[in-house]
Protein backbone atom coordinates (compact mmCIF):
# COMPACT_ATOMS: atom_id res chain seq x y z
CA UNK A 1 0.00 0.00 0.00
CA UNK A 2 1.74 3.17 -1.18
CA UNK A 3 1.05 6.02 1.17
CA UNK A 4 3.06 8.42 -0.69
CA UNK A 5 2.91 8.34 -4.85
CA UNK A 6 4.95 10.17 -7.24
CA UNK A 7 2.94 9.28 -10.29
CA UNK A 8 5.84 10.34 -13.01
CA UNK A 9 8.92 7.98 -12.84
CA UNK A 10 10.55 10.80 -15.10
CA UNK A 11 10.71 14.55 -15.99
CA UNK A 12 12.97 16.21 -18.79
CA UNK A 13 13.06 20.17 -18.75
CA UNK A 14 15.40 22.36 -20.45
CA UNK A 15 17.61 24.52 -18.48
CA UNK A 16 16.10 27.76 -17.39
CA UNK A 17 12.49 27.19 -17.40
CA UNK A 18 10.45 25.57 -14.44
CA UNK A 19 10.46 21.92 -13.08
CA UNK A 20 7.39 20.69 -11.34
CA UNK A 21 7.27 17.71 -9.98
CA UNK A 22 4.03 15.87 -8.04
CA UNK A 23 3.38 13.93 -5.21
CA UNK A 24 0.17 12.68 -3.78
CA UNK A 25 -0.83 11.20 -0.74
CA UNK A 26 -3.23 8.93 0.97
CA UNK A 27 -3.13 9.01 4.77
CA UNK A 28 -5.44 12.19 5.47
CA UNK A 29 -2.98 11.41 9.47
CA UNK A 30 0.35 13.29 7.10
CA UNK A 31 0.94 16.89 8.42
CA UNK A 32 4.48 17.51 7.41
CA UNK A 33 6.11 16.52 4.01
CA UNK A 34 9.57 17.22 2.77
CA UNK A 35 11.40 16.63 -0.27
CA UNK A 36 14.84 15.04 -1.04
CA UNK A 37 17.13 15.39 -3.61
CA UNK A 38 19.56 12.11 -4.57
CA UNK A 39 22.31 11.89 -7.12
CA UNK A 40 23.60 8.55 -8.00
CA UNK A 41 25.94 6.67 -5.28
CA UNK A 42 24.79 9.68 -2.44
CA UNK A 43 22.09 9.33 0.43
CA UNK A 44 18.82 11.46 -0.05
CA UNK A 45 19.51 15.27 0.68
CA UNK A 46 16.66 17.10 2.35
CA UNK A 47 15.98 20.24 0.19
CA UNK A 48 12.33 21.72 1.69
CA UNK A 49 9.62 20.89 3.82
CA UNK A 50 6.58 22.19 4.26
CA UNK A 51 3.78 22.26 7.35
CA UNK A 52 0.17 21.07 6.71
CA UNK A 53 -0.74 24.15 8.51
CA UNK A 54 0.93 26.26 5.20
CA UNK A 55 -0.26 26.12 1.49
CA UNK A 56 3.40 27.44 0.37
CA UNK A 57 7.08 27.29 1.66
CA UNK A 58 10.05 28.84 -0.75
CA UNK A 59 13.58 28.84 -0.55
CA UNK A 60 15.55 30.25 -3.52
CA UNK A 61 14.43 28.59 -6.43
CA UNK A 62 12.89 25.96 -4.50
CA UNK A 63 8.87 26.15 -3.39
CA UNK A 64 6.47 23.62 -2.23
CA UNK A 65 2.92 23.61 -2.76
CA UNK A 66 0.63 22.05 -0.39
CA UNK A 67 -2.75 21.44 -1.34
CA UNK A 68 -4.48 19.37 1.58
CA UNK A 69 -8.35 18.95 0.36
CA UNK A 70 -6.65 17.06 -2.85
CA UNK A 71 -3.80 15.70 -0.94
CA UNK A 72 -1.67 16.81 -3.22
CA UNK A 73 1.76 18.76 -3.14
CA UNK A 74 4.17 19.71 -6.12
CA UNK A 75 8.00 21.19 -5.66
CA UNK A 76 8.52 23.75 -7.81
CA UNK A 77 12.08 24.50 -9.09
CA UNK A 78 12.88 27.89 -11.30
CA UNK A 79 15.24 28.25 -13.13
CA UNK A 80 16.15 24.80 -13.75
CA UNK A 81 19.64 24.21 -13.86
CA UNK A 82 21.93 20.84 -15.22
CA UNK A 83 22.93 20.38 -11.71
CA UNK A 84 19.18 19.61 -10.34
CA UNK A 85 19.20 16.66 -12.57
CA UNK A 86 18.51 13.95 -10.00
CA UNK A 87 16.03 12.02 -8.33
CA UNK A 88 13.24 13.43 -6.31
CA UNK A 89 11.60 11.95 -3.29
CA UNK A 90 8.28 13.15 -1.83
CA UNK A 91 8.29 12.17 2.03
CA UNK A 92 5.78 12.59 4.76
CA UNK A 93 5.39 12.12 8.60
CA UNK A 94 1.90 11.74 10.30
CA UNK A 95 0.66 10.97 13.37
CA UNK A 96 2.70 9.50 16.14
CA UNK A 97 5.48 7.86 14.02
CA UNK A 98 8.34 8.87 13.85
CA UNK A 99 9.09 7.24 10.49
CA UNK A 100 9.43 8.99 7.20
CA UNK A 101 7.54 7.62 4.05
CA UNK A 102 8.93 8.14 0.98
CA UNK A 103 7.25 8.14 -2.12
CA UNK A 104 8.71 6.10 -5.58
CA UNK A 105 10.83 9.18 -6.96
CA UNK A 106 10.96 10.94 -10.01
CA UNK A 107 14.06 11.28 -12.12
CA UNK A 108 14.39 15.01 -13.36
CA UNK A 109 16.49 14.94 -16.35
CA UNK A 110 17.75 19.06 -17.22
CA UNK A 111 18.78 19.95 -20.62
CA UNK A 112 21.07 22.13 -21.13
CA UNK B 1 30.17 19.80 7.74
CA UNK B 2 30.79 16.17 8.99
CA UNK B 3 27.65 14.20 7.79
CA UNK B 4 26.11 10.65 8.42
CA UNK B 5 29.04 7.95 7.38
CA UNK B 6 28.28 4.74 6.80
CA UNK B 7 30.49 1.71 6.63
CA UNK B 8 31.14 -0.80 3.97
CA UNK B 9 30.71 1.05 1.08
CA UNK B 10 29.45 -2.35 -0.68
CA UNK B 11 29.44 -5.66 0.89
CA UNK B 12 29.00 -9.14 -1.21
CA UNK B 13 28.13 -11.90 0.69
CA UNK B 14 26.52 -15.86 0.23
CA UNK B 15 23.58 -16.59 0.93
CA UNK B 16 22.95 -17.51 4.47
CA UNK B 17 25.65 -15.39 5.66
CA UNK B 18 25.54 -12.69 8.30
CA UNK B 19 26.26 -9.28 7.25
CA UNK B 20 27.09 -6.13 9.81
CA UNK B 21 26.19 -2.44 8.74
CA UNK B 22 27.07 0.24 11.02
CA UNK B 23 26.23 3.56 10.96
CA UNK B 24 27.96 6.85 11.97
CA UNK B 25 25.78 9.71 13.09
CA UNK B 26 25.74 13.71 12.74
CA UNK B 27 28.09 14.88 15.77
CA UNK B 28 24.94 15.78 18.40
CA UNK B 29 22.69 13.33 16.94
CA UNK B 30 20.82 11.16 19.17
CA UNK B 31 18.74 9.66 16.92
CA UNK B 32 19.51 7.03 13.60
CA UNK B 33 17.17 5.17 11.06
CA UNK B 34 17.20 2.61 8.82
CA UNK B 35 15.96 1.98 5.50
CA UNK B 36 16.34 -0.42 2.68
CA UNK B 37 16.45 0.29 -0.84
CA UNK B 38 15.16 -2.05 -3.22
CA UNK B 39 16.42 -1.77 -7.45
CA UNK B 40 13.94 0.73 -8.90
CA UNK B 41 11.83 0.95 -5.34
CA UNK B 42 12.11 3.91 -2.75
CA UNK B 43 13.25 3.42 0.33
CA UNK B 44 11.35 1.45 3.11
CA UNK B 45 11.83 2.56 6.42
CA UNK B 46 13.18 -0.67 8.97
CA UNK B 47 13.62 0.97 12.28
CA UNK B 48 15.05 3.08 14.05
CA UNK B 49 16.46 4.66 18.09
CA UNK B 50 16.15 7.59 19.94
CA UNK B 51 19.13 7.79 22.88
CA UNK B 52 19.95 4.22 22.33
CA UNK B 53 16.00 2.62 22.88
CA UNK B 54 14.09 1.03 19.60
CA UNK B 55 11.81 4.11 18.92
CA UNK B 56 9.97 2.75 16.27
CA UNK B 57 9.90 0.00 14.02
CA UNK B 58 8.97 -0.95 10.28
CA UNK B 59 9.25 -3.47 7.77
CA UNK B 60 12.11 -5.43 9.31
CA UNK B 61 12.80 -9.02 9.12
CA UNK B 62 12.82 -11.21 12.19
CA UNK B 63 16.79 -12.41 10.45
CA UNK B 64 17.84 -8.27 11.35
CA UNK B 65 18.33 -6.95 14.29
CA UNK B 66 19.87 -3.56 15.31
CA UNK B 67 21.27 -1.44 18.12
CA UNK B 68 22.74 2.07 18.75
CA UNK B 69 25.35 2.05 21.21
CA UNK B 70 25.87 4.27 24.03
CA UNK B 71 28.34 6.81 21.22
CA UNK B 72 25.17 6.79 19.21
CA UNK B 73 26.42 4.79 16.47
CA UNK B 74 24.32 2.11 15.43
CA UNK B 75 24.20 -1.34 13.65
CA UNK B 76 22.14 -3.72 11.65
CA UNK B 77 22.78 -7.10 11.96
CA UNK B 78 21.80 -9.44 9.11
CA UNK B 79 21.44 -13.18 9.42
CA UNK B 80 20.84 -16.12 6.95
CA UNK B 81 21.06 -13.66 4.17
CA UNK B 82 18.50 -14.31 1.07
CA UNK B 83 18.69 -12.96 -2.68
CA UNK B 84 16.36 -10.39 -1.89
CA UNK B 85 18.06 -9.07 0.54
CA UNK B 86 20.35 -7.45 -2.26
CA UNK B 87 19.95 -3.63 -1.76
CA UNK B 88 20.92 -0.29 -0.67
CA UNK B 89 20.69 0.12 2.84
CA UNK B 90 20.70 3.72 3.79
CA UNK B 91 21.11 5.05 7.29
CA UNK B 92 19.76 8.87 8.55
CA UNK B 93 20.34 10.48 11.77
CA UNK B 94 18.51 13.27 13.40
CA UNK B 95 18.77 15.61 16.41
CA UNK B 96 15.81 14.99 18.59
CA UNK B 97 13.21 11.97 17.48
CA UNK B 98 12.34 13.96 14.00
CA UNK B 99 9.09 14.95 14.56
CA UNK B 100 7.65 18.02 12.39
CA UNK B 101 7.75 21.13 13.16
CA UNK B 102 11.87 20.91 13.20
CA UNK B 103 13.24 22.94 16.11
CA UNK B 104 16.62 23.25 17.67
CA UNK B 105 15.33 20.34 19.59
CA UNK B 106 14.74 18.40 16.41
CA UNK B 107 15.64 18.29 12.57
CA UNK B 108 15.42 16.70 9.47
CA UNK B 109 16.33 13.28 8.71
CA UNK B 110 20.39 13.42 6.91
CA UNK B 111 21.04 10.30 5.14
CA UNK B 112 24.39 8.98 5.16
CA UNK B 113 25.40 7.18 1.14
CA UNK B 114 24.26 3.88 1.69
CA UNK B 115 25.89 0.55 1.61
CA UNK B 116 25.25 -1.52 -0.98
CA UNK B 117 24.80 -4.99 -0.09
CA UNK B 118 24.90 -7.83 -2.46
CA UNK B 119 23.72 -11.37 -1.50
CA UNK B 120 25.19 -14.22 -4.26
Known amino acids: DQQVKQNSPSLSVQEG?????????????????????????????FLISISSIKDKNEDGRFTVFLNKSAKHLSLHIVPSQPGDSAVYFCAAY??????????????????? | ????????????????????????????????YWYQQGPGQDPQFLISFYEK????????PDRFSAQQFSDYHSELNMSSL????????FCASSLGPSRAPFSSYNSPLHFGNGTRLTVT
Not at chain 2, 2 to 19: D, F, M, N, W
Request: net charge positive; charged share 20%.
Open chain 1, 17 to 45: RISILNCDYTNSMFDYFLWYKKYPAEGPT
Open chain 1, 94 to 112: GGATNKLIFGTGTLLAVQP
Open chain 2, 1 to 32: AAGVIQSPRHLIKEKRETATLKCYPIPRHDTV
Open chain 2, 53 to 60: MQSDKGSI
Open chain 2, 82 to 89: ELGDSALY
